[in-house]
């Protein structure tokens, strides 16, 4: 990496994960007892803005938690991790965001997000940021708040030359009006087969479906798709180029914020200067490191942890 300090913006969601460990999930209409239960910080706009900040980038986190001591949590949170929390607006009206999450013993999770003051963000409240927002080297954004707020976010971004990278995450029908603003897209597979509303099995259905997606996307000479595939690393799809940059093979405890490790670290690469092969396998170490860790915002890995891991 190089040693420039790299400044990322994220605009996403602060939740509250309620987690729960069990051998399996219940079926319906089924009552099952646990193995064990945590409470952690969350939220994929919250996680990224750590994974960045614990990498090396001066973070500003954009978003909403409710007056209550959820919210009260969230943000000693963001002061810890040395996040300018500034622009997260503490609200009356509405609780902070939660999430319930189950953890079997593979690490695979199943989790359910209450958005609550997430969905409140206002267009408003995103132009209050707006500097922030332009004077970073990069806007990350993810569907945890509303799509009108990551769309006024990434019009003020790609106005003045700031890179956005979305995280089309959890998985929902996207408009044009966003994807026209979007540089990089870092879908998984489920995302992937949503939104292009094609089957990805193998390696040659995923790079046919990212390419469905990046024709949706702003500049076709220049928008990249990132497609993550767990195990099988992440396919990159350009203008140019199609390659796979394969996966780091770790022991899995909680796959539980993996996604949101890897788009932290590519949005820190990438504000580094660093070029996206190497910014992608930067991101690949992240995901990896993250599933060796219980629970979403503690798995987010120091840069010290994936540069070991690289080495």
Known sequence: MNNRTPKVAVVGSLNIDLVCHATRRPDKGETLIGDAFDIFTGGKGFNQATAAARLGAEVTLVGSVGADPFGEMLLRATENEGIDSRFVTKRTDTGTGVATIVIEPDG?????????????????????????????????????????????????????????????????????????????????????????????????????????????????????????LGKRGALILTATTSESVPARAVEAVDTTGAGDAFCGALATALASGETLHTAIGFANAAGAAAVTVVGATPSMPTREKVELLIS
């Open 108 to 228: 695979d999770n199943s989790i359910i997000v209450i958005p609550r003051a997430n969905m409140a963000l206002t267009t408003a409240e995103i132009d209050a940021a707006a500097d922030a927002i332009a004077n970073a080297d990069v806007l990350l954004l993810q569907l945890e708040t509303s799509i009108a707020a990551s769309e006024h976010a990434a019009a003020i971004a790609k106005a003045h030359g700031t890179t956005v990278i979305l995280n089309p995450a959890p998985a929902q029908p996207l408009p044009d009006s966003l994807l026209t603003h979007v540089d990089i897209l870092t879908p998984n597979q489920s995302e992937t087969e949503l939104l292009s509303k094609m089957q990805v099995s193998n390696d040659e259905e995923a790079r046919n479906a990212a390419a469905v997606l990046r024709a949706r996307m702003a500049n076709t000479e220049t928008s990249t798709v990132v497609l993550t």
